[in-house]
Protein backbone atom coordinates (compact mmCIF):
# COMPACT_ATOMS: atom_id res chain seq x y z
CA UNK A 1 0.00 0.00 0.00
CA UNK A 2 1.19 3.34 -1.01
CA UNK A 3 -0.07 4.83 2.67
CA UNK A 4 1.65 1.84 4.15
CA UNK A 5 4.58 2.77 2.79
CA UNK A 6 5.87 5.97 1.93
CA UNK A 7 7.11 9.07 2.71
CA UNK A 8 5.76 12.78 3.40
CA UNK A 9 6.95 15.76 2.20
CA UNK A 10 6.19 19.18 4.38
CA UNK A 11 6.01 21.77 1.49
CA UNK A 12 3.15 19.86 0.42
CA UNK A 13 5.11 17.35 -0.68
CA UNK A 14 4.69 13.43 0.10
CA UNK A 15 5.16 10.01 -1.40
CA UNK A 16 4.44 6.38 -1.05
CA UNK A 17 6.37 3.62 -1.15
CA UNK A 18 5.21 0.39 -2.89
CA UNK A 19 4.73 -3.31 -1.01
CA UNK A 20 6.60 -6.60 -2.65
CA UNK A 21 9.85 -7.29 -3.88
CA UNK A 22 9.60 -5.29 -6.83
CA UNK A 23 7.55 -2.91 -5.46
CA UNK A 24 8.81 -1.81 -2.11
CA UNK A 25 10.18 -3.53 1.16
CA UNK A 26 7.84 -5.54 3.32
CA UNK A 27 9.38 -8.31 5.60
CA UNK A 28 8.99 -8.68 9.05
CA UNK A 29 10.48 -6.44 11.49
CA UNK A 30 13.83 -7.05 12.21
CA UNK A 31 16.52 -5.96 14.63
CA UNK A 32 19.66 -4.35 12.75
CA UNK A 33 23.06 -5.45 13.77
CA UNK A 34 26.60 -4.86 11.98
CA UNK A 35 28.43 -7.76 13.18
CA UNK A 36 29.95 -9.65 10.14
CA UNK A 37 32.75 -7.59 7.78
CA UNK A 38 30.06 -9.18 5.22
CA UNK A 39 27.62 -7.03 6.16
CA UNK A 40 29.58 -3.73 6.22
CA UNK A 41 30.33 -4.81 2.91
CA UNK A 42 27.18 -5.35 1.65
CA UNK A 43 25.64 -2.29 3.52
CA UNK A 44 28.67 0.45 1.84
CA UNK A 45 29.33 -0.84 -1.52
CA UNK A 46 25.15 -0.19 -2.75
CA UNK A 47 25.06 3.46 -0.14
CA UNK A 48 24.22 6.12 -2.37
CA UNK A 49 26.40 9.03 -2.60
CA UNK A 50 24.63 12.34 -3.38
CA UNK A 51 21.21 10.85 -2.66
CA UNK A 52 19.33 11.00 0.03
CA UNK A 53 19.03 7.76 2.52
CA UNK A 54 19.54 8.00 6.58
CA UNK A 55 22.26 5.85 7.83
CA UNK A 56 20.70 2.66 8.69
CA UNK A 57 16.88 1.03 8.81
CA UNK A 58 13.86 1.22 6.73
CA UNK A 59 12.90 4.85 4.60
CA UNK A 60 10.21 5.04 2.60
CA UNK A 61 10.41 9.69 2.03
CA UNK A 62 8.77 19.06 1.69
CA UNK A 63 8.05 22.17 2.50
CA UNK A 64 9.93 25.14 2.24
CA UNK A 65 9.57 27.05 5.77
CA UNK A 66 12.03 29.93 6.91
CA UNK A 67 15.29 29.71 4.62
CA UNK A 68 14.82 25.26 4.79
CA UNK A 69 13.80 22.43 2.83
CA UNK A 70 11.65 19.92 5.24
CA UNK A 71 11.41 16.26 4.70
CA UNK A 72 9.47 14.31 6.01
CA UNK A 73 9.57 10.49 5.85
CA UNK A 74 8.25 7.41 7.85
CA UNK A 75 11.29 5.50 9.27
CA UNK A 76 11.81 2.68 11.31
CA UNK A 77 14.25 3.21 13.86
CA UNK A 78 14.17 -1.30 14.68
CA UNK A 79 15.31 -2.33 11.59
CA UNK A 80 15.72 -2.35 7.87
CA UNK A 81 12.11 -3.59 6.97
CA UNK A 82 8.69 -1.64 7.77
CA UNK A 83 6.99 -1.52 10.81
CA UNK A 84 7.19 0.67 13.98
CA UNK A 85 6.72 3.25 11.47
CA UNK A 86 7.97 7.30 12.77
CA UNK A 87 7.84 10.15 10.48
CA UNK A 88 11.47 10.89 10.52
CA UNK A 89 12.86 14.66 9.95
CA UNK A 90 15.33 15.94 7.68
CA UNK A 91 16.26 19.46 6.49
CA UNK A 92 18.20 21.16 3.50
CA UNK A 93 19.43 24.34 2.46
CA UNK A 94 19.47 23.06 -1.32
CA UNK A 95 17.51 19.66 -0.84
CA UNK A 96 21.27 17.82 -1.64
CA UNK A 97 22.77 17.80 1.30
CA UNK A 98 20.62 17.00 4.77
CA UNK A 99 20.65 17.78 8.37
CA UNK A 100 18.68 14.43 10.24
CA UNK A 101 16.18 16.49 13.40
CA UNK A 102 14.20 13.86 15.72
CA UNK A 103 11.63 12.16 14.48
CA UNK A 104 8.69 15.04 14.05
CA UNK A 105 5.34 12.63 14.09
CA UNK A 106 5.04 9.29 15.59
CA UNK A 107 1.82 6.89 16.72
CA UNK A 108 0.69 8.13 19.66
CA UNK A 109 -3.24 8.47 19.54
CA UNK A 110 -5.97 6.63 19.35
CA UNK A 111 -6.95 7.28 15.73
CA UNK A 112 -2.83 6.83 14.50
CA UNK A 113 -1.90 3.71 16.76
CA UNK A 114 -1.68 1.38 13.73
CA UNK A 115 0.02 3.91 11.87
CA UNK A 116 1.18 6.86 10.63
CA UNK A 117 0.62 7.39 6.54
CA UNK A 118 0.91 9.20 4.46
CA UNK A 119 -0.25 13.21 3.81
CA UNK A 120 0.37 16.52 2.92
CA UNK A 121 1.17 19.83 3.84
CA UNK A 122 -0.07 23.05 3.20
CA UNK A 123 1.27 26.73 4.39
CA UNK A 124 -2.04 28.78 5.73
CA UNK A 125 -2.14 32.50 6.03
CA UNK A 126 0.46 34.17 7.88
CA UNK A 127 3.67 31.74 7.01
CA UNK A 128 2.14 28.73 9.15
CA UNK A 129 2.46 25.01 8.05
CA UNK A 130 0.03 22.32 8.47
CA UNK A 131 0.37 18.38 8.02
CA UNK A 132 -2.64 16.89 6.42
CA UNK A 133 -2.16 12.73 7.32
CA UNK A 134 -4.17 9.09 7.18
CA UNK A 135 -3.75 7.64 10.48
CA UNK A 136 -4.76 3.98 10.79
CA UNK A 137 -7.28 3.18 13.84
CA UNK A 138 -7.63 -0.40 13.58
CA UNK A 139 -5.31 -2.93 11.36
CA UNK A 140 -8.71 -4.19 10.17
CA UNK A 141 -10.48 -4.70 7.61
CA UNK A 142 -6.86 -4.89 5.53
CA UNK A 143 -5.02 -2.50 5.32
CA UNK A 144 -6.26 -0.39 8.01
CA UNK A 145 -9.87 1.72 8.66
CA UNK A 146 -7.99 4.85 7.47
CA UNK A 147 -9.06 8.14 9.03
CA UNK A 148 -7.52 11.69 8.44
CA UNK A 149 -5.36 13.58 10.90
CA UNK A 150 -3.88 16.87 11.18
CA UNK A 151 -0.42 18.26 13.12
CA UNK A 152 0.90 21.88 13.60
CA UNK A 153 4.46 22.86 14.80
CA UNK A 154 4.12 23.52 18.42
CA UNK A 155 6.83 26.96 17.68
CA UNK A 156 6.05 27.87 14.61
CA UNK A 157 9.29 30.56 15.02
CA UNK A 158 11.47 27.52 14.94
CA UNK A 159 13.14 27.34 11.66
CA UNK A 160 13.66 23.79 11.76
CA UNK A 161 9.76 22.44 13.24
CA UNK A 162 11.50 20.04 15.86
CA UNK A 163 8.23 19.75 17.22
CA UNK A 164 4.48 18.69 15.96
CA UNK A 165 1.88 18.46 17.87
CA UNK A 166 -2.02 16.97 17.33
CA UNK A 167 -4.85 18.90 18.32
CA UNK A 168 -7.72 17.43 19.91
CA UNK A 169 -10.28 17.70 17.45
CA UNK A 170 -8.45 14.85 15.15
CA UNK A 171 -9.63 13.14 13.26
CA UNK A 172 -10.93 15.86 11.26
CA UNK A 173 -12.08 13.40 8.54
CA UNK A 174 -13.74 10.09 8.65
CA UNK A 175 -14.78 8.14 6.04
CA UNK A 176 -17.55 6.37 4.78
CA UNK A 177 -18.76 3.19 6.00
CA UNK A 178 -17.98 1.51 2.28
CA UNK A 179 -14.62 2.51 1.71
CA UNK A 180 -12.46 2.71 5.63
CA UNK A 181 -9.72 0.72 4.00
CA UNK A 182 -9.61 2.72 0.95
CA UNK A 183 -9.33 6.53 1.83
CA UNK A 184 -5.84 7.70 2.65
CA UNK A 185 -3.14 10.45 1.41
CA UNK A 186 -4.61 13.69 1.53
CA UNK A 187 -3.10 16.45 -0.74
CA UNK A 188 -1.85 19.85 -0.52
CA UNK A 189 -4.59 21.83 0.12
CA UNK A 190 -5.74 24.96 -2.45
CA UNK A 191 -8.17 27.83 -2.01
CA UNK A 192 -10.51 29.56 -4.25
CA UNK A 193 -14.08 30.67 -4.17
CA UNK A 194 -13.88 31.21 -0.08
CA UNK A 195 -13.17 27.24 0.32
CA UNK A 196 -9.96 25.35 1.10
CA UNK A 197 -9.81 22.32 -0.78
CA UNK A 198 -8.26 19.05 -0.68
CA UNK A 199 -8.64 15.92 -2.57
CA UNK A 200 -8.22 11.86 -0.81
CA UNK A 201 -7.72 9.08 -2.81
CA UNK A 202 -9.74 5.95 -3.05
CA UNK A 203 -11.71 3.22 -5.16
CA UNK A 204 -15.32 1.52 -5.25
CA UNK A 205 -14.86 -1.58 -6.68
CA UNK A 206 -12.34 -1.39 -9.66
CA UNK A 207 -12.85 2.06 -10.07
CA UNK A 208 -10.13 4.42 -9.06
CA UNK A 209 -11.74 8.11 -7.25
CA UNK A 210 -10.16 11.21 -5.68
CA UNK A 211 -12.68 12.49 -3.53
CA UNK A 212 -13.33 16.41 -3.15
CA UNK A 213 -13.14 17.79 0.28
CA UNK A 214 -14.17 21.79 0.86
CA UNK A 215 -13.51 23.97 4.68
CA UNK A 216 -14.05 27.64 4.53
CA UNK A 217 -11.54 27.27 8.15
CA UNK A 218 -9.86 24.39 7.54
CA UNK A 219 -11.38 22.92 10.54
CA UNK A 220 -14.72 21.68 9.11
CA UNK A 221 -14.68 19.83 5.74
CA UNK A 222 -17.06 18.50 3.86
CA UNK A 223 -17.42 16.03 0.89
CA UNK A 224 -18.15 17.44 -2.57
CA UNK A 225 -21.24 15.65 -4.26
CA UNK A 226 -19.36 14.28 -6.79
CA UNK A 227 -15.99 13.04 -6.76
CA UNK A 228 -13.23 15.52 -8.46
CA UNK A 229 -12.22 12.88 -10.72
CA UNK A 230 -12.85 9.20 -10.91
CA UNK A 231 -11.61 6.41 -13.64
CA UNK A 232 -12.87 2.96 -14.25
CA UNK A 233 -10.53 -0.29 -14.19
CA UNK A 234 -8.20 1.60 -12.51
CA UNK A 235 -8.13 0.47 -9.13
CA UNK A 236 -7.30 1.97 -5.70
CA UNK A 237 -5.71 5.64 -6.17
CA UNK A 238 -2.76 6.45 -3.99
CA UNK A 239 -0.50 9.46 -3.58
CA UNK A 240 -2.85 11.96 -5.56
CA UNK A 241 -1.53 15.08 -6.60
CA UNK A 242 -2.79 18.16 -8.42
CA UNK A 243 -1.07 21.05 -9.17
CA UNK A 244 -1.54 24.15 -11.66
CA UNK A 245 0.93 24.71 -14.31
CA UNK A 246 2.26 27.58 -16.36
CA UNK A 247 1.44 27.47 -20.08
CA UNK A 248 4.38 29.28 -21.09
CA UNK A 249 7.93 29.14 -19.41
CA UNK A 250 9.01 27.36 -16.92
CA UNK A 251 8.65 28.88 -14.02
CA UNK A 252 6.09 27.47 -11.08
CA UNK A 253 2.99 28.51 -9.84
CA UNK A 254 1.58 28.20 -6.34
CA UNK A 255 -0.82 25.44 -5.90
CA UNK A 256 -3.98 27.72 -5.68
CA UNK A 257 -2.97 29.81 -9.00
CA UNK A 258 -6.04 29.91 -11.28
CA UNK A 259 -6.65 32.21 -14.38
CA UNK A 260 -5.44 32.18 -18.16
CA UNK A 261 -2.77 30.52 -19.48
CA UNK A 262 -2.74 27.92 -16.32
CA UNK A 263 -3.17 23.92 -17.32
CA UNK A 264 -3.61 21.62 -14.44
CA UNK A 265 -2.26 18.55 -13.75
CA UNK A 266 -3.57 15.63 -11.70
CA UNK A 267 -1.05 12.44 -10.82
CA UNK A 268 -2.08 8.82 -9.43
CA UNK A 269 -0.12 5.92 -7.93
CA UNK A 270 -2.01 3.01 -9.38
CA UNK A 271 -2.02 0.25 -6.74
CA UNK A 272 -2.62 -2.25 -9.22
CA UNK A 273 0.50 -1.85 -11.95
CA UNK A 274 2.75 -0.05 -8.61
CA UNK A 275 3.15 3.04 -11.18
CA UNK A 276 2.40 6.11 -11.62
CA UNK A 277 0.31 7.93 -14.12
CA UNK A 278 -0.37 11.84 -14.97
CA UNK A 279 -2.58 13.52 -16.92
CA UNK A 280 -3.20 17.48 -18.17
CA UNK A 281 -6.98 18.88 -18.02
CA UNK A 282 -8.82 21.80 -17.20
CA UNK A 283 -10.09 22.46 -13.66
CA UNK A 284 -13.87 22.94 -13.55
CA UNK A 285 -14.54 26.30 -10.61
CA UNK A 286 -18.63 25.74 -11.32
CA UNK A 287 -18.26 22.07 -10.77
CA UNK A 288 -15.35 21.75 -8.99
CA UNK A 289 -14.22 18.72 -10.80
CA UNK A 290 -11.27 17.66 -13.26
CA UNK A 291 -11.80 16.96 -16.55
CA UNK A 292 -8.06 15.80 -18.87
CA UNK A 293 -7.91 16.75 -22.50
CA UNK A 294 -8.11 14.09 -24.55
CA UNK A 295 -4.59 14.46 -26.10
CA UNK A 296 -3.33 11.29 -23.81
CA UNK A 297 -4.78 8.28 -22.49
CA UNK A 298 -6.46 8.52 -18.72
CA UNK A 299 -5.58 5.42 -17.35
CA UNK A 300 -2.99 2.36 -17.51
CA UNK A 301 -1.55 3.42 -21.14
CA UNK A 302 -1.15 7.59 -19.88
CA UNK A 303 2.02 9.67 -19.52
CA UNK A 304 4.27 9.14 -16.35
CA UNK A 305 7.08 10.91 -14.75
CA UNK A 306 9.16 7.78 -14.17
CA UNK A 307 9.02 4.69 -16.34
CA UNK A 308 11.14 2.55 -14.12
CA UNK A 309 11.54 2.15 -10.11
CA UNK A 310 9.46 5.50 -9.13
CA UNK A 311 6.55 5.74 -6.80
CA UNK A 312 4.32 7.31 -4.58
CA UNK A 313 5.46 10.80 -6.14
CA UNK A 314 4.59 14.33 -4.67
CA UNK A 315 5.35 17.66 -6.07
CA UNK A 316 5.49 20.97 -4.09
CA UNK A 317 5.63 24.89 -5.01
CA UNK A 318 9.39 26.28 -3.77
CA UNK A 319 8.69 30.00 -3.57
CA UNK A 320 12.21 30.85 -2.76
CA UNK A 321 13.02 29.87 -6.42
CA UNK A 322 9.36 29.77 -8.14
CA UNK A 323 9.78 26.10 -9.27
CA UNK A 324 7.60 23.37 -8.98
CA UNK A 325 9.92 20.29 -7.50
CA UNK A 326 8.93 16.59 -8.01
CA UNK A 327 9.88 14.15 -5.39
CA UNK A 328 9.74 10.17 -5.42
CA UNK A 329 10.96 7.47 -3.28
CA UNK A 330 13.10 4.42 -4.83
CA UNK A 331 12.58 1.42 -3.68
CA UNK A 332 14.79 -1.86 -3.36
CA UNK A 333 15.10 -5.03 -6.40
CA UNK A 334 16.82 -6.55 -3.55
CA UNK A 335 15.11 -9.34 -1.36
CA UNK A 336 14.33 -8.10 2.26
CA UNK A 337 17.55 -10.37 3.61
CA UNK A 338 19.53 -8.83 1.37
CA UNK A 339 17.77 -5.48 2.63
CA UNK A 340 18.72 -6.76 6.15
CA UNK A 341 22.23 -7.21 5.05
CA UNK A 342 22.93 -3.81 4.09
CA UNK A 343 20.92 -2.61 6.91
CA UNK A 344 18.89 0.22 4.77
CA UNK A 345 16.30 -0.10 2.36
CA UNK A 346 14.99 2.64 -0.02
CA UNK A 347 16.56 5.82 -1.50
CA UNK A 348 15.10 9.20 -2.18
CA UNK A 349 15.68 10.28 -5.74
CA UNK A 350 17.15 13.86 -6.75
CA UNK A 351 14.58 16.31 -6.90
CA UNK A 352 13.14 17.48 -9.87
CA UNK A 353 11.79 20.86 -11.22
CA UNK A 354 8.48 20.22 -13.23
CA UNK A 355 7.04 22.27 -16.17
CA UNK A 356 4.84 22.08 -19.13
CA UNK A 357 6.18 21.19 -22.45
CA UNK A 358 5.50 23.87 -25.30
CA UNK A 359 3.24 21.47 -26.99
CA UNK A 360 1.48 22.01 -23.92
CA UNK A 361 0.68 17.90 -24.09
CA UNK A 362 3.31 16.48 -21.67
CA UNK A 363 5.45 17.65 -18.84
CA UNK A 364 9.54 18.01 -18.88
CA UNK A 365 11.01 16.93 -15.56
CA UNK A 366 15.20 18.16 -14.71
CA UNK A 367 17.57 17.75 -12.01
CA UNK A 368 17.27 20.66 -9.59
CA UNK A 369 20.35 22.79 -10.32
CA UNK A 370 22.01 22.63 -7.26
CA UNK A 371 22.95 19.27 -7.85
CA UNK A 372 25.75 20.39 -9.80
CA UNK A 373 27.62 21.94 -6.82
CA UNK A 374 28.66 18.06 -6.18
CA UNK A 375 30.47 17.89 -9.72
CA UNK A 376 34.08 17.81 -10.02
CA UNK A 377 36.50 16.42 -12.47
CA UNK A 378 35.36 16.63 -15.59
CA UNK A 379 35.75 14.46 -18.28
CA UNK A 380 35.04 15.88 -22.07
CA UNK A 381 34.39 13.81 -25.50
CA UNK A 382 33.56 15.50 -28.66
CA UNK A 383 33.24 14.24 -32.31
CA UNK A 384 33.73 10.66 -31.51
CA UNK A 385 32.04 8.63 -34.25
CA UNK A 386 30.52 5.15 -33.09
CA UNK A 387 30.71 2.14 -35.64
CA UNK A 388 28.59 -0.58 -35.47
CA UNK A 389 29.76 -2.91 -32.36
CA UNK A 390 32.15 0.13 -31.47
CA UNK A 391 32.52 0.01 -27.55
CA UNK A 392 34.36 3.00 -25.92
CA UNK A 393 35.56 3.58 -22.06
CA UNK A 394 35.09 7.27 -20.76
CA UNK A 395 38.28 7.55 -18.80
CA UNK A 396 39.09 9.64 -15.87
CA UNK A 397 35.55 10.07 -14.49
CA UNK A 398 34.62 8.08 -11.00
CA UNK A 399 32.16 5.60 -12.91
CA UNK A 400 30.29 4.57 -9.74
CA UNK A 401 29.49 7.95 -8.85
CA UNK A 402 28.84 10.41 -11.70
CA UNK A 403 27.06 12.66 -13.72
CA UNK A 404 26.72 12.62 -17.35
CA UNK A 405 25.78 14.43 -20.46
CA UNK A 406 25.89 13.06 -24.10
CA UNK A 407 24.57 14.59 -27.07
CA UNK A 408 24.35 11.47 -30.50
CA UNK A 409 23.70 12.73 -33.32
CA UNK A 410 23.81 10.54 -36.87
CA UNK A 411 23.55 11.29 -40.38
CA UNK A 412 20.78 9.18 -41.89
CA UNK A 413 17.35 8.01 -40.43
CA UNK A 414 17.43 5.46 -43.34
CA UNK A 415 18.12 2.32 -41.60
CA UNK A 416 15.99 2.53 -38.50
CA UNK A 417 14.30 -0.21 -37.87
CA UNK A 418 10.48 -1.28 -38.81
CA UNK A 419 8.00 -0.39 -35.63
CA UNK A 420 5.59 -3.30 -35.16
CA UNK A 421 1.91 -1.89 -34.68
CA UNK A 422 1.66 -3.83 -32.09
CA UNK A 423 3.57 -2.53 -29.57
CA UNK A 424 0.99 0.28 -29.75
CA UNK A 425 -1.87 -1.63 -27.81
CA UNK A 426 1.06 -2.72 -25.04
CA UNK A 427 0.63 -1.03 -21.60
CA UNK A 428 3.38 1.72 -20.86
CA UNK A 429 4.65 -0.85 -18.24
CA UNK A 430 5.55 -3.83 -20.02
CA UNK A 431 7.47 -1.56 -23.08
CA UNK A 432 10.34 -2.67 -21.10
CA UNK A 433 9.74 -6.47 -21.05
CA UNK A 434 8.36 -6.89 -24.51
CA UNK A 435 10.67 -4.10 -26.62
CA UNK A 436 13.60 -3.15 -24.43
CA UNK A 437 14.11 -6.60 -22.76
CA UNK A 438 13.64 -9.14 -26.11
CA UNK A 439 15.83 -6.07 -28.57
CA UNK A 440 18.56 -5.46 -25.84
CA UNK A 441 22.16 -3.58 -26.34
CA UNK A 442 23.33 -6.57 -27.77
CA UNK A 443 20.68 -7.21 -30.38
CA UNK A 444 22.28 -5.42 -32.95
CA UNK A 445 19.76 -2.96 -35.16
CA UNK A 446 19.77 -0.33 -37.29
CA UNK A 447 19.97 2.71 -36.01
CA UNK A 448 20.33 2.10 -32.81
CA UNK A 449 20.33 0.52 -29.94
CA UNK A 450 23.53 3.14 -28.99
CA UNK A 451 23.95 4.85 -25.58
CA UNK A 452 25.82 4.41 -22.50
CA UNK A 453 27.08 1.02 -20.55
CA UNK A 454 26.88 2.44 -16.72
CA UNK A 455 28.36 0.54 -14.15
CA UNK A 456 30.07 -2.22 -16.24
CA UNK A 457 32.86 -4.50 -14.86
CA UNK A 458 35.80 -4.34 -16.84
CA UNK A 459 35.21 -7.34 -18.94
CA UNK A 460 31.90 -6.35 -19.17
CA UNK A 461 29.54 -9.22 -17.78
CA UNK A 462 28.14 -6.59 -15.98
CA UNK A 463 26.96 -3.30 -17.06
CA UNK A 464 23.54 -1.37 -16.74
CA UNK A 465 22.99 -0.39 -20.42
CA UNK A 466 20.90 3.25 -21.12
CA UNK A 467 20.37 2.84 -24.56
CA UNK A 468 17.89 4.62 -28.11
CA UNK A 469 16.26 2.26 -30.65
CA UNK A 470 14.86 4.35 -33.32
CA UNK A 471 12.11 2.61 -35.23
CA UNK A 472 10.13 3.41 -38.33
CA UNK A 473 6.00 3.40 -39.11
CA UNK A 474 4.56 2.46 -41.95
CA UNK A 475 3.54 6.22 -42.29
CA UNK A 476 7.66 7.01 -42.51
CA UNK A 477 7.11 8.32 -38.94
CA UNK A 478 9.66 7.68 -36.49
CA UNK A 479 9.16 6.62 -33.03
CA UNK A 480 12.36 6.93 -30.38
CA UNK A 481 12.68 4.41 -27.66
CA UNK A 482 14.33 5.20 -24.56
CA UNK A 483 15.71 1.90 -22.32
CA UNK A 484 17.10 1.08 -18.98
CA UNK A 485 17.95 -2.33 -18.71
CA UNK A 486 18.95 -4.12 -15.33
CA UNK A 487 19.36 -7.50 -16.61
CA UNK A 488 22.98 -7.57 -17.29
CA UNK A 489 23.47 -5.42 -13.89
CA UNK A 490 24.35 -8.55 -11.65
CA UNK A 491 26.08 -11.48 -12.61
CA UNK A 492 26.61 -13.41 -9.00
CA UNK A 493 22.83 -12.87 -7.78
CA UNK A 494 20.12 -14.59 -8.81
CA UNK A 495 17.40 -13.44 -6.41
CA UNK A 496 17.47 -9.83 -7.88
CA UNK A 497 14.50 -8.30 -9.35
CA UNK A 498 16.35 -7.00 -12.75
CA UNK A 499 13.59 -6.04 -15.43
CA UNK A 500 14.32 -4.28 -18.70
CA UNK A 501 12.40 -0.50 -18.07
CA UNK A 502 11.18 1.18 -21.58
CA UNK A 503 9.31 4.67 -22.55
CA UNK A 504 9.12 6.39 -26.20
CA UNK A 505 10.59 9.75 -26.35
CA UNK A 506 8.74 12.56 -28.36
CA UNK A 507 10.88 13.97 -30.66
CA UNK A 508 11.38 15.26 -33.92
CA UNK A 509 14.31 13.80 -35.29
CA UNK A 510 14.93 16.63 -37.87
CA UNK A 511 18.30 17.80 -36.86
CA UNK A 512 19.08 13.74 -36.45
CA UNK A 513 20.48 14.29 -32.74
CA UNK A 514 18.96 12.76 -29.44
CA UNK A 515 20.44 13.98 -25.92
CA UNK A 516 20.52 11.80 -22.46
CA UNK A 517 21.77 12.40 -19.19
CA UNK A 518 22.76 9.77 -16.64
CA UNK A 519 22.97 10.25 -12.94
CA UNK A 520 25.18 7.18 -11.34
CA UNK A 521 25.31 6.55 -7.77
CA UNK A 522 26.19 3.37 -6.89
CA UNK A 523 22.69 1.54 -7.17
CA UNK A 524 20.42 3.56 -8.94
CA UNK A 525 21.14 5.23 -12.59
CA UNK A 526 18.36 7.74 -13.50
CA UNK A 527 18.28 8.73 -17.02
CA UNK A 528 16.57 12.05 -18.62
CA UNK A 529 16.01 11.77 -22.88
CA UNK A 530 15.71 14.88 -24.63
CA UNK A 531 15.86 17.36 -21.34
CA UNK A 532 13.50 15.14 -19.86
CA UNK A 533 10.83 14.31 -22.15
CA UNK A 534 10.86 10.77 -20.93
CA UNK A 535 12.27 9.92 -18.03
CA UNK A 536 13.75 5.94 -16.64
CA UNK A 537 15.47 5.07 -12.99
CA UNK A 538 16.83 1.81 -12.33
CA UNK A 539 18.00 0.24 -9.24
CA UNK A 540 20.97 -2.30 -9.88
CA UNK A 541 23.38 -4.34 -7.49
CA UNK A 542 26.21 -5.42 -9.47
CA UNK A 543 28.45 -7.82 -8.04
CA UNK A 544 32.04 -6.79 -9.81
CA UNK A 545 31.43 -3.58 -10.86
CA UNK A 546 31.56 -2.20 -7.82
CA UNK A 547 33.54 1.01 -6.08
CA UNK A 548 36.98 1.59 -8.05
CA UNK A 549 36.14 -1.55 -9.98
CA UNK A 550 32.94 0.28 -12.24
CA UNK A 551 33.61 1.75 -15.48
CA UNK A 552 31.58 4.03 -17.49
CA UNK A 553 31.46 2.86 -21.83
CA UNK A 554 29.71 4.82 -24.74
CA UNK A 555 28.80 2.12 -27.14
CA UNK A 556 26.61 1.41 -30.64
CA UNK A 557 25.57 -1.56 -31.67
CA UNK A 558 23.79 -0.45 -34.98
CA UNK A 559 24.74 -0.47 -38.56
CA UNK A 560 23.98 3.06 -38.78
CA UNK A 561 27.31 5.13 -37.44
CA UNK A 562 26.75 7.11 -34.20
CA UNK A 563 28.86 10.41 -33.85
CA UNK A 564 28.79 12.00 -29.68
CA UNK A 565 28.72 15.25 -30.96
CA UNK A 566 29.70 16.12 -26.95
CA UNK A 567 29.87 14.27 -23.46
CA UNK A 568 30.54 15.71 -20.51
CA UNK A 569 30.91 13.48 -17.91
CA UNK A 570 31.60 14.85 -14.09
CA UNK A 571 33.09 12.63 -11.02
CA UNK A 572 30.41 13.48 -8.19
CA UNK A 573 30.99 14.20 -4.67
CA UNK A 574 29.47 13.13 -1.85
CA UNK A 575 26.55 14.70 -0.47
CA UNK A 576 26.68 16.15 3.52
CA UNK A 577 24.25 13.51 5.44
CA UNK A 578 25.05 15.02 8.93
Request: charged share 20%; hydrophobic share 35%; net charge positive.
Amino acid sequence: MCGLTRFVWVLALLICLKNGRDGGVMALESNYQTQTRNHVRVKQVYRTGYHFQPKKNWINGPMYYKGYYHLFYQYNPKGAVWGNIVWAHSVSKDMINWIHLEPAIVPSKPYDKYGCWSGSATILPGDKPVILYTGIVDPKPAPGHQVQVYAIPANYSDPYLREWIKPDDNPFLKPTSENISAFRDPTTAWYNNGHWKIIIGSRHHHRGIAYLYRSRDFVTWVKAKHPFHSKRDTGMWECPDFYPVACKGTNGLDTSTLGKGVKHVLKNSLEVTRYEYYTIGRYNLVKDKYIPYNTTEDGWGGLRYDYGNFFGSKSFYDPSTKRRIVWSWANESSTATENIKKGWAGIQLIPRKVWLDKSGYMLLQWPISELENLRRKKVELKKMTLNKGDIVEVKGVTAVQADIEVTFTFSSLEKAELYDEKWAKFPQHDLGKSICGVRGATVQGGLGPFGLMTLASHDLKEYTPVFFRVFKTINEKYKVLLCSDATPSSLLNPNEYKPSFGGFVDVDLAEKKLSLRSLIDHSVVESFAERGKTVITSRVYPTLAINSNAHLHVFNNGYEPITIKKLNAWSMKTASMT
